[in-house]
């Protein structure tokens, strides 16, 4: 899809001038015009003179759908690392969130698992499976970041004791603080871990000192820590003084 690489070439050189995009597949400058403009539309990229260059994501919690596309390649290689560390027959509780989506991807050929989880997306994931349980809170659904009553979810996390709670976070500042955009979301991470017997927290690299306004708990709160990029070395200290196991996800 020719959004989606117009997104990772801009992210990737920070600024691309409209004239080298249409060189750079081949079409028309006024298509690549009309691609550009949907996408600021959108609010995914900004529009400068000549050219167009990245959104400054950094304290802006966007909509589900304008999330879902960004970094996705890194993502993937994130939900193929935590699928490699889930064993058929596990009970999981999945948090919101993109990056836990495509870990729901990454596990549909898993067989007999017991998902918990309030991301519908997630859910619709797991549906496709035919051996999968999927067991959703009731509630209101809250549209622009596709799951449903977290205050319910935190409340039913209790009511089991998983293997594995698989989440992500608005942000890790570089004291090793978890941080959010809600505090109905630190409420659900939180039962999320309480509630599991091992914590896999995955975070691709525009999370890594990412701030966010709720603040809940500390990096030494997880047991994994699942990224697609190394950790400056203030955070790296940070994990490693709390015995937390960082995997850095790659393409083999």
């Not at 914590?199 to 603040?215: C, E, N, T, Y």
């Not at 190394?230 to 955070?235: E, G, I, K, W």
Request: proline share 3%.
């Amino acid at each position: 899809m020719r959004d989606n690489a117009i997104l990772d070439l801009v992210r990737d050189r920070h600024f691309v001038r409209i004239e080298w995009l249409a060189a750079h597949f081949g079409v028309a400058p006024q298509t690549i015009r009309r691609d550009v403009r949907e996408l600021c539309d959108q609010g995914l990229l900004r529009r400068h003179y000549g050219g167009v260059g990245p959104m400054d994501f950094a304290s802006v919690n966007l909509d589900f759908d304008r999330r879902r596309l960004l970094h996705r390649v890194e993502r993937k290689r994130i939900a193929a690392t935590v699928a490699g560390m889930i064993p058929d027959g596990s009970a999981l509780t999945m948090g919101i969130g993109t990056t836990p989506c495509h870990v729901a991807e990454a596990l549909r050929d898993h067989h007999d698992l017991l998902v918990i989880t309030c991301n519908l997306r997630v859910a619709e994931a797991f549906a496709q499976s035919r051996d999968c349980r999927i067991v959703l809170p009731s509630g209101e659904v809250r549209n622009r970041h596709r799951d449903i009553n977290l205050a319910g979810a935190a409340a039913q996390c209790a009511d089991y004791r998983v293997d594995f709670a698989i989440f992500g976070v608005g942000g890790i500042d570089q004291d090793g603080s978890l941080l959010d955009f809600d505090s109905q979301e630190v409420d659900l991470r939180r039962s999320m871990i309480a509630n599991s017997r091992e914590s896999i927290l995955v975070a691709d690299q525009s999370k890594i000192g990412r701030a966010a306004p709720a603040r809940g708990g500390m990096i030494d709160s997880v047991d994994h820590l699942v990224t697609d990029t190394h950790l400056p070395a203030t955070l790296s200290a940070r994990v490693a003084d709390a015995g937390v196991r960082h995997v850095v996800a790659t393409d083999e």
